[in-house]
């Protein structure tokens, strides 16, 4: 699966920001067939999990940002998105997006976001 991502940039803290991530290579039944999710790397530390959606929507998030950023995924389109909302320097990251079906990964190029005091 070849992953596109997008919709990041610089905001304030506080603000939101919409990512999302789409498969414009994929067949919509491969696409479907795989659980999606978000991963951002902060300068200098691990990749940690954001979000993630099965393919029966079924949703877990990092502790980090629950109650405040909301994955979804559009089957159709091909598309996962991260609504993320009461922005704090914190999120500041490269964010990617994600697929997974067994033990085969792919991802995207990353996003940058970039939240300001």
């Known amino acids: 699966v070849q992953l596109q991502a997008s919709g990041g940039g610089l905001v304030q803290a506080g603000g939101s920001l919409r990512l999302s991530c789409n498969a414009p290579?994929?067949?919509?039944?491969?696409?479907?067939?795989?659980?999606m999710g978000w991963y951002r790397q902060a300068p200098g530390k691990q990749r940690e999990l954001v979000a993630t959606?099965?393919?029966?929507?079924?949703?877990v998030y990092g502790d980090s940002v629950k109650g405040r950023f909301t994955i979804s995924r559009n089957g159709s389109r091909k598309t996962v998105s991260l609504q993320m909302s009461g922005l704090t320097p914190s999120d500041t990251a490269v964010y990617y997006c994600?697929?997974?079906?067994?033990?085969?990964?792919?991802w995207g190029q990353g996003t940058l976001v970039t939240v300001s005091s």
């Open positions: 994600n697929a997974k079906r067994g033990e085969t990964m792919s």
């Open positions: 290579r994929t067949i919509t039944s491969e696409f479907n067939s795989h659980d």
């Open positions: 959606i099965t393919a029966s929507g079924s949703t």
